[in-house]
């Protein structure tokens, strides 16, 4: 079991580029999720998939942002057009679907829109 | 977040017992989790405990749940400098076992 991995583990991108960031989560885990954290907040929920279905998504997620899960393994999170307010770590976690479904994180990603 | 709240910090000598407290609104929470972030790193997953309990031990944790009062505690015995960190509640929300809702985090100093 190697965790849940994230790339890159720092984005340093000016307003109005793109930018993409990946999450391969546990092998054997069928739910994928995605978190924005920023300085002194707790993580803020974005999006989850079930396999490669996108089940919910939160009124945080602009149109700038999309997320995919092709074949239920990993996923991207994409932001188009970044802005300044768009600095935070994105973090990524999965679980098993079953009882307490815990939720397992990678290391996250910082993005910092110059 | 408005719907979970924790104190945001705490401060206990090394080898002293630690109560971090997080009180929420939703009374249909299904888990309750307690989670660890260390300075630049992931949140790693402590202990969890399902809301018809109200007690739960996991070697030097702790976590109780008044369901009534609609309070969380985790209580860390003999605190270790190891422990400095900051300890964020999070729960389910609405019954919906997917989406957690999160406290802004409690930073512990322990000093030796």
């Known amino acids: 079991d190697t965790g849940v991995s994230q790339n890159p583990r720092h984005k340093i991108t000016k307003r109005g580029q793109n930018v993409t960031f990946r999450c391969d989560p546990i092998?054997?885990?069928?739910?994928l999720y995605w978190y924005r954290q920023t300085l002194g907040q707790g993580p803020e929920f974005l999006t989850y998939?079930?396999?490669?279905?996108?089940?919910?998504k939160s009124r945080l997620l602009s149109d700038r942002f999309s997320a995919e899960r092709p074949k239920g393994s990993f996923s991207t999170l994409e932001i188009q057009r970044t802005e300044q307010g768009d600095s935070a770590m994105y973090l990524c976690?999965?679980?098993?679907?079953?009882?307490?479904?815990?939720?397992?994180f990678g290391p996250g990603t910082r993005l910092l829109v110059l | 977040g408005e719907d979970v709240e924790q104190s945001l910090f705490l401060s206990v000598r090394e080898g002293d017992s630690s109560v971090i407290n997080c009180t929420y609104t939703d009374s249909s929470s299904t888990y309750l989790y307690w989670y660890k972030q260390e300075p630049g790193a992931g949140l790693q997953l402590l202990t969890y405990?399902?809301?018809n309990m109200d007690m739960k031990q996991d070697q030097r944790l702790t976590v109780l749940l008044n369901k009534k009062d609609k309070h969380l505690s985790l209580r860390i015995a003999d605190t270790q400098t190891g422990d400095s960190a900051i300890y964020f509640c999070a729960l389910t929300k609405d019954g919906n076992n997917r989406k957690l809702i999160w406290g802004l985090g409690t930073s512990l100093a322990v000093n030796p």
């Open positions: 976690a999965s679980s098993r679907a079953g009882t307490a479904e815990s939720q397992y």
């Open positions: 998939f079930q396999n490669e279905a996108q089940l919910e």
């Open positions: 092998s054997e885990h069928n739910r």
């Open positions: 405990i399902f809301s």
